[in-house]
Structures are given as structure tokens and as C-alpha cells.
């Protein structure tokens, strides 16, 4: 088992001219039902032949951080949780836990791999279903509605 590299995240001072710059540059695509706009904090482009997907965080930080990229995970089998049991056991370990921030459901956790470069897990695809379906009264589950929806930012609300 495995997991699966999500998206690549980049620390920027103005996700979306960033990410207008790169979408040029790479001819890569916005989402078309969920547009970047001026003021986004954050703004993903994905290519349209391969689905590779490029995620700008705006990091209100004078300073940006010395790692300004970093990979998110899904799992690919498991869950979150039992995502990130495995990944300690691979010698993977805890740096922040962002998981519940924006309500129950939501959130990453971030880890480090041996030689501490971080990584943030996100939810498996199955996880993220689950709490987009629709409830037996019509109402999503319990999950809030997230912001913005994946271009690969799927839970923009869960990515950091």
C-alpha cells in the first residue's frame, strides 16, 4: 500500500498573480467552477492532460518560509488516521495537527519525513465522499461545506 501525491504546494505572498504567472508558463488550467480571483488565498492550476496540480498558499509572513514547497498526500487504501499510523511507523512524525480546524471532518495532519522535510496527509478520496454525501434529510454530512473545491485543492479547507 501506498499513498498517492496529491497536489504541490507553494508558499507565495499573492497566490493568485503567482498562480496566473504559472498558469501561463506551464499552460496549465483553472477550475472553471471555481475560478482564482484577486484576494484568493489560496489558488490552484492544474494541467489539463494530466491533472497535476499546483497549489499557491498565500503566507502573510514578511518572510516566506526556507520551504516553500512541500507535498500533500491522500491515501490511497486507508484512512487518514490509519494513513498516519503507517507513515510513523515508517519512521514519518508529527510536526503540526491542522486536523478539525475547520469544523469535524476537516484538516491535515503535517509530518516530517526522516530528514525533516514536511509533508501535510490529507484525507482519502473515500473519507472526502463520505462527507460530501448527502444525509438520508437532504443535508450534507457533518463536515462543513468547504470554501472552495478541489482543482486539486479538492479541501482547500483541508490543505495548508
Given amino acids: ?18 498562480s496566473q ?12 467552477e471555481d475560478p482564482n480571483l484577486p484576494g484568493h488565498e489560496e489558488c490552484a492550476i492544474h ?8 497549489l499557491f498558499l ?11 514547497i512541500h507535498l500533500d498526500v491522500r491515501p490511497r487504501e486507508r484512512t487518514q488516521e490509519q494513513e498516519i499510523l503507517w507513515l510513523e511507523q515508517q519512521g514519518a512524525v508529527a510536526v503540526a495537527d ?3 480546524q475547520y469544523g469535524p471532518g476537516s484538516g ?3 509530518m516530517a519525513d526522516p530528514e525533516g522535510n ?9 473519507e472526502r465522499a463520505a462527507m460530501a454525501s ?18 486539486n485543492a479538492d479541501d482547500f479547507p483541508e490543505t495548508p
Wanted: aromatic content about 8%; hydrophobic content about 35%; charged content about 30%.
Fill in 98 to 100: 491542522h486536523r478539525g
Fill in 1 to 18: 500500500m501506498s499513498v498517492r501525491h496529491s497536489h504541490t504546494s507553494i508558499d507565495c505572498h499573492d497566490a493568485f498573480a503567482l
Fill in 58 to 68: 498565500e503566507v502573510l509572513d514578511d518572510e516566506l518560509p526556507a520551504k516553500r
Fill in 134 to 151: 448527502p444525509r438520508e434529510d437532504g443535508s450534507a454530512a457533518d463536515a462543513p461545506a468547504e470554501a472552495r473545491t478541489e482543482g
Fill in 108 to 110: 491535515w495532519l503535517t
Fill in 21 to 32: 504567472w504559472w498558469r501561463r508558463i506551464l499552460d496549465y488550467e483553472m477550475d472553471p
Fill in 47 to 54: 494541467d489539463p492532460e494530466t491533472g497535476h496540480t499546483l
Fill in 118 to 126: 514536511q509533508f501535510c496527509v490529507l484525507k482519502s478520496d473515500a
